[in-house]
DNA sequence: GTGAGATATTTCAAGCCTAAAGTATCAGAG
DNA sequence: CTCTGATACTTTAGGCTTGAAATATCTCAC
């Protein structure tokens, strides 16, 4: 007689998996992090992080609130008013007090903002399909899926 | 007659891919860090950066240099010297002069370290079971090999 | 043994990040 | 109108992170 389901055996198992997995997956987010902050700094001065406010206000061209900004970037508000600081500091970015709501400002990029990234954008594509060329093209259409599916199942619950 | 071979028109199309599966990647990786770091705080009052320097520790119980620590988490000299001085400030690590070489330091969980870690590491463990519970255990394997691939063909460049 | 370059670590300045507290404004109940 | 709670944003304190400069020590050719 057996004393444990072979089902929980199962999922006892395949927790362990799902921790080597989340290691791997941690390590390689990192690595490829490291190599795209490095080179961005080292080709345009950047940041990662700047670089992610850009590419949300790039496709936002009538500019976006901060509280837009921090939630579609899964960052703080006070993390977004630095760097958007910085930015305005560069003449990357403006704020504006449009509508009638004095407590918000609508933040956009400005035409030299959108020069820049532009020209970040596409070096920026080049290294990822150089840093992921080794994975088969036929596993990161699946993997894609894999993670998609991850995070619409997150959204949902959470 | 067609002026691209369709190889090059393949790889264009699989560069598009690779970088939606390295956005997808980021933002999975960062909502489940997240979550880590919110609940690593509110359990243990801890970080993710000091949970990873004592998973290394705790492997290697002899102790290791500060050298090989940042080595091993992909993170700068400077940084690890930091959460060292915090982990010792709490009495979870010491730094020991031991060797002939008076340059090194080797650095060690106590025991009151071990304790803390072990605690932390059993929480940490069900967590992911519970964050990542939502992806086929099959493809966890799959996944988990894929990027196990990744790292081993980058390092093998790097 | 000694001087040059290599190695181990710390310090520093600057930027990123969070949670929590502070400021200003808004919207709606009464 | 005015009070109350909600919302938008900034500020602050503390920790993480890097790259570069600063210290200290080691190694080894001479």
Redesign the interface.
């Known amino acids: 007689m057996v004393s444990v389901p072979l089902s929980v055996i199962?999922a006892r198992s395949?927790?362990k998996?799902?921790?080597?997995?989340?290691i791997?997956?941690?390590?390689?987010?990192?690595?490829?992090?490291?190599e795209l902050r490095e080179r961005l700094k080292r080709d345009f001065n950047s940041t990662l992080p700047r670089f992610d406010v850009m590419s949300a206000l790039y496709r936002e061209s009538e500019g976006m609130l901060m509280s837009d900004l921090s939630r579609f970037l899964?960052v703080s508000n006070g993390n977004v008013t630095g760097i958007i600081d910085r930015l305005v500091a560069d003449g990357y970015v403006v704020r504006a007090k449009r509508d009638g709501d004095k407590r918000t400002s609508v933040v956009r990029l400005t035409p030299s903002g959108v020069e820049a990234f532009e020209r970040m954008a596409a070096a920026h594509?080049r290294w990822?399909?150089e840093l992921?060329?080794?994975?088969d093209?036929a596993?990161?259409?699946?993997?894609?899926e894999?993670?998609?599916a991850?995070?619409s199942?997150?959204e949902g619950e959470h």
């Open positions: 199962d395949g927790d998996e799902r921790l080597r997995l989340w791997r997956m941690l390590r390689t987010t990192r690595i490829v992090e490291a899964l594509e990822i399909a992921l060329g080794g994975v093209t596993e990161v259409h699946r993997l894609s894999m993670l998609h991850f995070r199942n997150w």
